[in-house]
């Protein structure tokens, strides 16, 4: 059984208090997005919850229930950006720029997982946080809906990874069309899997033309 978030956590703060999670640590390809969240506690939606527990239609439910009623701010870190710096500090970067995008400056930062971004506000760790923190799962929310939004833009462009439904995870699907269609601009090259693609492509290129 789900745990259900409270505001007991928040309640040891001045606010406004902000939650701050990220969608996207884990695919192939695909941004990592972050969100900050400030709920209005007269107004908070029903039956929130980490976004992982949810179905994909109640977090949309919930997604635009809380852009109604909530101060929100979102980050993006780029695939060049998780590329370059590795997918741990884009995450973080991602979470800096939510906070930063938020339309009032927060007392406090509650972040999802055990390390800080650098936040002009005081920041606090919250290990598990979207099962904890109303705040952290509603940013939960909408930093998965937004990335999910994004996947399915991108999928438009390149219908055979079906982003549309993986969201750049590496199913069955998706590793299907890599060996087919090879590697897009938009799959993180740092990540084990699509740097050895890589290499045996270039490898086998190599090979060609030395024959």
């Known amino acids: 059984m789900a ?12 606010d406004p208090v902000a939650g701050v999670d990220e969608a996207g640590r884990g695919p192939w390809a695909g941004p990592v997005v972050a969100a900050a969240v ?3 506690r007269g107004n908070t939606p ?11 239609k109640r977090r949309r439910e919930l997604a635009a229930a ?8 979102v980050g993006v ?3 060049e950006e998780i590329d370059t710096m590795n997918i741990l500090r884009a995450s973080l970067l991602a979470m800096e720029r939510a906070v930063a995008n938020l339309p009032v400056a927060p007392a406090i930062a509650l972040v999802d997982g055990n390390i800080k971004p650098k936040v002009a506000c005081p920041a606090y760790t919250v290990v598990k946080g979207d099962a904890k923190s109303m705040s952290i799962a509603a940013a939960s929310i909408i930093a998965k ?3 999910d939004r994004m996947m399915l833009e991108l999928a ?3 219908p055979n990874y079906q982003w549309q439904s993986n969201k750049g995870y590496a199913a069955p699907a998706h590793r299907a069309a890599l060996d087919e269609y090879g590697v897009t601009p938009h799959h993180r090259r740092s990540f084990a899997p699509i740097h050895k693609m890589l290499y045996e492509a270039s490898s086998t290129s190599l090979l060609s033309r030395n024959r």
């Open 46 to 56: 029903g039956g929130l919850r980490d976004s992982k527990t949810l179905t994909e």
């Open 66 to 73: 809380l852009w109604k009623s909530s101060r929100i701010g």
């Open 156 to 158: 438009r462009d390149y």
């Open 77 to 79: 870190a780029s695939v």
């Open 3 to 14: 745990i259900s978030p409270t505001f007991e956590i928040e309640d040891e703060f001045s």
């Open 38 to 40: 400030i709920l209005d």
């Open 145 to 147: 809906t937004t990335r």
